[in-house]
């Protein structure tokens, strides 16, 4: 059950990420001055680019917990389907034909990746 909070834990810091970075509207800017580098960020960008670098830190940990054949198609499924939601809500961003479309087919896939087998019922039991 923890390893799933973890994953929690990971989409929420990496969708977080994502929107603050966009609401910054800032990459960021990275000057070379007097031998030295000074590198430059909003406070909202910044915080999404802390976010966004927690969530990679996150996931590195969560790769060892779970099957990689398992994990990366189902936490990318999730992460997708969760941006394409918020740009919709939070930035008022166009959801096309095409999107509903790869999102109906990520949800597809995502449940018949979860259908367990009796085989693995039973060797669960």
């Known amino acids: 059950m ?15 990420g994502l929107i603050l970075l966009k609401l910054g509207g800032n990459t960021g800017s990275l000057v070379i001055e007097n031998g030295s580098f000074v590198f430059s960020m909003n406070l909202i ?4 680019f802390i976010s966004y670098i927690l969530s990679f830190l996150l996931f590195t940990n969560i790769i ?4 990689l054949s398992y994990i990366m198609p189902v936490s990318s499924g999730l992460v997708q ?7 919709f809500v ?8 095409k999107g ?5 087919i990520v949800i597809i896939g995502i449940i018949i990746m979860n259908i367990k087998s009796k085989e693995q019922e039973v060797n669960n039991n």
């Open 2 to 16: 923890k390893k799933y909070i973890l994953v929690v834990f990971y989409i929420l810091l990496y969708i977080a």
């Open 45 to 48: 960008s910044l915080v999404g």
């Open 64 to 67: 060892v917990k779970f099957d």
């Open 81 to 87: 389907l969760i941006t394409l939601i918020s740009g």
């Open 90 to 97: 939070i930035f008022n961003e166009q959801i096309k034909i």
């Open 100 to 104: 509903i479309i790869g999102a109906v």
